[in-house]
């Protein structure tokens, strides 16, 4: 069974920074897709942020885009999720998870695609 644990959550005020991690056991990030979704309360689950296993290649939400990067450290089997300049609507529970993958290209953007989730870290950026 893949255990997927994210960490990293905190408050910080509006125009801050946060970074996200992501460990998955027994799903290396050479064989597995990762993405980042969220969740605020009241609202659907939705995507942030993709990576490709392998070839790293990344997909962003616009709503994120140009302010968050998603990146992969191999050797920690860790993916990141480096949060800048924060805004007041990215307060939310953010999730990771996590996919064996057979193309090193795909990055995947739906929930469906998922079979491995994370319990979430949370969010909350002050105005």
């Known amino acids: 069974q893949v255990q997927v644990v994210e960490s990293g959550g905190g408050l910080v005020q509006a125009g801050g920074s946060l970074r996200l991690s992501c460990a998955a056991s027994?799903?290396?990030?050479?064989?597995?897709?990762v993405g980042w979704f969220r969740q605020a309360p009241g609202k659907e689950r939705e995507f942030v942020a993709a990576?490709?296993?392998?070839?790293?290649?990344?997909y962003y939400a616009n709503s994120v885009k140009g302010r968050f990067t998603i990146s992969r450290d191999n050797a920690a089997n860790t993916v990141y999720l480096q949060m800048n300049s924060l805004k007041p609507e990215d307060t939310a529970a953010y999730y990771c998870?996590?996919?064996?993958?057979?193309?090193?290209?795909?990055?995947?953007?739906?929930?469906?695609?998922?079979?491995?989730w994370g319990q979430g870290t949370q969010v909350t950026v002050s105005s």
């Open positions: 998870a996590a996919k064996v993958a057979s193309s090193s290209i795909n990055y995947y953007t739906r929930i469906s695609d998922y079979a491995y």
């Open positions: 027994r799903c290396t990030f050479s064989t597995c897709a």
């Open positions: 990576i490709s296993r392998s070839l790293a290649n990344t």
